[in-house]
């Protein structure tokens, strides 16, 4: 059967049709208070942007959904886990001053803060999720904790993932930071051809692991943690993976974690996305690039899998810009995110997720 999926459009004429109240409308729409219970301390997921970025999604929408939760009866938090790389979002301290930096504060969203995982990404509960790749998972255990479970994303493009939606919002933004070890698990290799020697990968590395010999780039394989940071900012695209090998693991890894972060929550969450802005990287970039189609809307379901189908479809419906990311794949009905990595397949979370009864690839669009 299939899942329904509520989207509403961009369009504006009146203040009754303003995005904030579109959000409100979405929520209501799609019954996303419907598993609320007076009292229940309800988690919002979100995204707070890495230092720089700006892509992420505005805290005046999250602040319409806090106002929802209370409707309901429950005690909203915002909250994130740790980032495996170094950055403005590694520990608890730099992340709450990113997320108060990027406008969410108590007096814009009114709901406090709480990283999910603690201080240094430690606070961890176990998940028996008996999977292909996992038998258990490391879910923040302040999300795990929860009552209910509302799940905000910001639709996007991502290098290793193909596209970020709500089930990598769940699997890799649940996880602990050893949760996201578990997760990333790849092995970058440097191509000494193009490989130049800048030393761009070595400054971004986490855990020291590339090593300059010879003017050119190596990276340790027993000391990578396999985050892929290095793929992304090295200059010359001297940096990549075995696509074929590394890549589809990954994302059924993924899918495994979201699995696992709404174990103990069935008909207790729902899930909202963004689709604007639609930049090609994920938002922990310190940097937002052109976004590769125009704004779409925002779509909201109790269904992660079927939510971010549809998303998926919306995008490829755009046509492309040229001024974006995008090496094809421009024309409306074309795959955008196959048309800046070829190599990456997106959907494979979305039918593994399916597989784990995460939710339905088949979905049924109702626009409000």
Not at 219 to 232: F, L, N, P
Not at 243 to 272: D, H, Q
Request: glycine letters at 12%; one cysteine or more.
């Amino acid at each position: 059967m299939a899942s329904k999926v509520y989207f509403a459009s961009l369009r504006a004429r009146s203040r009754s049709e303003s995005r904030t109240s579109k959000v409100g409308r979405l929520f209501t729409a799609a019954g996303l208070g419907d598993g609320i219970r007076t009292g229940d301390l309800t988690a919002v997921k979100i995204h707070f942007g890495e230092m720089g970025s700006d892509a992420f999604i505005n805290p005046i929408y999250v602040r319409e959904v806090v106002d929802r939760i209370k409707e309901a009866g429950g005690k909203p938090f915002i909250t994130d886990s740790n980032t495996l790389y170094t950055g403005s979002r590694h520990n608890s301290v730099d992340h709450l001053e990113t997320a108060i930096a990027h406008g969410f504060d108590y007096s814009v969203v009114r709901a406090p803060l709480i990283i999910s995982d603690g201080l240094r990404g430690r606070n961890v509960c176990w998940v028996d999720i008996n999977a292909k790749h996992f038998k258990k998972v490391r879910i923040a255990a302040d999300i795990h904790n929860a009552d209910s479970l509302i799940v905000m994303t910001h639709f996007k493009g991502h290098e290793t993932a193909g596209f970020g939606g709500a089930i990598k919002n769940l699997g890799m933004g649940c996880g602990s930071a050893y949760g996201k070890m578990d997760q990333h698990s790849v092995r970058p290799k440097v191509d000494p051809v193009k490989c130049t020697g800048c030393g761009t990968c070595m400054r971004i590395c986490p855990v020291d692991a590339h090593i300059l010999e010879g003017g050119k780039v190596f990276i340790r394989d027993e000391v990578c943690i396999g985050c892929g940071e290095c793929i992304t900012v090295c200059p010359q695209e001297a940096i990549g993976l075995n696509w074929s090998s590394e890549i589809p693991p990954f994302l059924e890894r993924i899918a495994e974690y979201a699995f696992g972060a709404t174990r103990n929550k069935v008909g207790r969450m729902g899930f909202i996305n963004f689709v604007t802005r639609v930049s090609p990287d994920c938002d922990c970039f310190p940097w937002s690039d052109n976004p590769i189609v125009p704004d779409v809307g925002i779509l909201a379901s109790k269904d992660p899998v079927a939510l971010d189908a549809a998303c998926y479809d919306l995008v490829n419906r755009q046509p492309g810009f040229r001024d974006s990311k995008l090496k094809g794949g421009w024309e409306a009905g074309e795959d955008k995110f196959r048309g800046m990595r070829p190599k990456v397949d997106g959907r494979i979370q979305l039918r593994h997720g399916e597989e784990l009864g995460l939710g339905n690839l088949e979905y049924e669009l109702v626009e409000i």
